[in-house]
């Protein structure tokens, strides 16, 4: 079996480094290659993921790089169209709802490759968002849809997708995070910060509806006003610190530390030891689920509605002034961490690669 896997930005990396490794595993003389389009390129962005997750150097840098959606999509479907007309895949596997996605997807389906979509089924409803096009292009068109809650399982229902093309399999992206938890244990990020765990509050912000306007000088002010009453730490995205340098009268605000964006290890140990998680990621009210930890989402919606049912996630809107609410919110909050989702565990690429390569039944019963 040949199988390309094509990643391209930070969160591709957590969600498909597990996945690659569960099929090595499985087809041990299989053809795996891996196709890196370049979709995010800074150190920190992509390869201290690749070291840190143990994911093998990319056979394919497609080197696409910044750009508008069109120009991102087209450079990476024009650059990927030969790699696929040379390795002949069986199979192309991509996860999750990033431009690479898109272009991956519409590009193997023209060339008649079966593709495994990851993290398939979420929907935010808001076709404004980008991602949100790409979840479903990628859903209609994906062979094998592999699904990380059952809330994902009815949304396709409902645009008419037959239950043989899903599989609800878990969720990836825990995987890593339980297969890493000790070295994340072991790296004690908020020492090195000079914070004391559970005491600090840690911000990512990064989608357009909140940095790319107004909106982003107004979350500064109200995480600087935050700081007086709780540390607040905030690891940098770089679209997000390109946006702060363009505004009118930047200077980096008292008390908060911002900080550039951190490689996985570190930024899960200042996830695990947070007070709570400030955040507009998609994986980030994820993890912060599985962890226990509040987390507060600074979005209209959440096409990830499980970690508000399931979790500690609490969805505030898109609205700056409620950051506010946050300290009071932490002190009303129960202790008690739920348990997470279903099928959260540590194994659901076990589960993709029992469904894309079922073992050997002959070996099984030797
Ligand atoms: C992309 C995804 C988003 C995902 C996020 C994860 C799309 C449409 N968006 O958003 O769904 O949540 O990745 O982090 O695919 N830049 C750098 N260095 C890098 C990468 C980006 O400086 O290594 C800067 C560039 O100025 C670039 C900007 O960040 O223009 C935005 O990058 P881009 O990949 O287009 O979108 P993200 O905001 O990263
Ligand atoms: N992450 C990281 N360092 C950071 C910020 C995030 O390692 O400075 C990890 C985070 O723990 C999660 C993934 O990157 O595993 C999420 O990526 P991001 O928020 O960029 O994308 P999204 O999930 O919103 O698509």
């Not at 996630?313 to 129960?334: C, F, Q, S, W």
């Amino acid at each position: 079996m040949r199988i390309l896997y094509v990643v391209g930005t930070r969160p591709n990396f957590v969600k498909t480094a597990p996945v690659i490794a569960a099929m090595r595993a499985r087809l041990p003389e299989g053809r795996h290659a891996i196709v890196h389009t370049g979709q995010h390129y800074d150190r920190l962005m992509s390869e201290v993921f690749l070291e840190e997750l143990g994911v093998p150097a990319p056979d394919f840098m497609l080197e696409v790089g910044s750009g508008s959606h069109a120009q991102q999509t087209a450079r990476t479907m024009e650059r990927l169209e030969p790699v696929i007309e040379q390795e002949k895949p069986d199979l192309l596997v991509v996860p999750g709802d990033v431009n690479s996605t898109l272009a991956a997807v519409l590009t193997a389906v023209k060339m008649d490759v079966a593709v495994a979509h990851v993290e398939s089924g979420l929907r935010s409803f808001d076709l404004t968002m980008p991602e949100e096009v790409n979840r479903i292009v990628a859903d209609r068109f994906g062979s094998h849809l592999f699904l990380h809650s059952e809330e994902a399982m009815s949304n396709l229902r409902a645009e008419g997708i037959g239950p043989e093309r899903m599989h609800f399999v878990g969720n990836t992206m825990i995987d890593t995070l339980v297969a890493l938890e000790e070295r994340i244990a072991a790296a004690e990020a908020a020492a090195r910060l000079d914070l004391s765990p559970g005491s600090y509050l840690l911000v990512t912000l990064h989608r357009p509806a909140l940095v790319d306007g107004p909106l982003l000088a107004e979350t500064v002010a109200q995480l600087s006003h935050l700081a007086r009453q709780m540390p607040v730490v905030f690891p940098v995205h770089p679209r997000t610190r390109k946006m702060m340098k363009a505004l009118d009268d930047w200077t980096e605000p008292e008390g908060l530390l911002l900080i550039e964006p951190l490689g996985y290890l570190d930024f899960l140990s200042l996830e695990t030891d947070a007070r709570a998680v400030l955040t507009d990621s998609g994986g980030i009210q994820e993890e912060a689920t599985y962890l226990g930890i509040p987390c507060f989402t600074l979005r209209a919606n959440t096409e990830r509605p499980v970690t508000v049912q399931h979790g500690t996630n609490t969805l505030l809107g898109l609205d700056p002034a409620a950051i506010a609410e946050i300290p009071a919110a932490l002190a009303e909050r129960p202790a008690d961490r739920p348990e997470p989702p279903p099928l959260w565990d540590g194994h659901a690429s076990e589960r993709i690669a029992d469904i894309l390569a079922p073992p050997d039944p002959e070996l099984l019963s030797a």
